[in-house]
């Protein structure tokens, strides 16, 4: 009798060790299995730390504008853009990237320009490495970065010099390249325009050479109002904007008009394009 109890707890104790065996064993793989899901899961998007992040997509991309989500937008594929940061969805995780269509050419920007709220922000996208790669960014983008100056305005204005900040809204031509590599040629826009003006004109850069302070633009097409040289009347390479660095900096002082807050000085770097005056406003100096 004695021997069969022996002989049951025995069986007892060999099943609950098999039971908490298969128990360990279904929690290690559903472990791993949940584990790679999500490492194959990351591994198809972007991962990047920087705040200037260039990236072309690989396919043509349907979104819409940002919050009202009314105007549908098509950008192809190949076009490279300034994402900025990838960001990561605040209930998904996942992460995204948002593109600014003032950064880009007139015909992809110009169905938010001309809508009813003008909402130039694409809604999110994930960054999916199948619709994005990260690139270099542009070499077309150095023309107004030289290694003395740091330059944010993207336009080179027409003229000497910034005008004083009480005439920011007096009307100037202007011209500048975008992200995915137009150049742009605008006619009476104001210091204000972000990008949501229409060109008078514009072409696609062929080629962007940089010796020195000298930046070559070529295009296949003239770009009317600016002083292009025709440089072939075959190929890619037809006309040419040629634009330099000069070594002659201006100052536009803005006099505040409450005296506590004294005033300001706007340095303006002046450039000779195609034999004509025109400058990039650098940097604004505080009292």
Request: proline residues 4%.
């Amino acid at each position: 009798m004695s021997a069969t109890l022996n002989k049951g707890a025995r069986n007892l104790i060999t099943t609950k060790q098999i039971k908490k065996a298969g128990l360990a064993l279904a929690v290690a793989l559903f472990a791993t299995i949940s584990f790679t899901t999500a490492t194959f899961a990351s591994s198809q998007y972007l991962t990047s730390k920087s705040h200037n992040l260039f990236l072309e997509t690989k396919q043509t991309i349907h979104t819409t504008n940002a919050y009202f989500k009314d105007i549908p937008i098509t950008i192809p594929k190949g076009t490279v853009f300034n994402a900025g940061s990838i960001g990561k969805g605040v209930t998904t995780g996942k992460p995204y990237v948002n593109i600014n269509m003032d950064n880009l050419r007139w015909p992809l920007r110009k169905v938010v320009d001309e809508s009813k709220h003008n909402q130039q922000m694409t809604t999110y996208i994930w960054a999916k490495k199948s619709l994005f790669k990260i690139v270099k960014q542009p070499n077309y983008l150095a023309y107004t970065k030289t290694p003395d100056n740091y330059t944010q305005d993207p336009y080179v204005w027409e003229g000497n010099k910034a005008l004083p900040s009480d005439q920011f809204l007096s009307k100037q031509n202007a011209f500048r390249v975008t992200d995915d590599g137009y150049l742009e040629y605008f006619t009476g826009i104001t210091r204000y325009t972000d990008g949501d003006a229409k060109p008078a004109d514009y072409a696609k850069l062929q080629k962007f050479v940089k010796k020195g302070n000298t930046s070559y633009f070529y295009t296949k097409t003239e770009v009317s109002g600016l002083p292009m040289t025709k440089i072939s009347s075959t190929g890619k390479y037809r006309y040419r904007l040629k634009m330099t660095k000069t070594n002659h900096y201006l100052a536009t002082v803005n006099h505040s008009k409450v005296q506590k807050y004294g005033s300001n000085t706007v340095i303006s770097v002046r450039y000779n394009v195609g034999g004509k005056d025109f400058y990039v406003g650098s940097m604004t100096v505080y009292p």
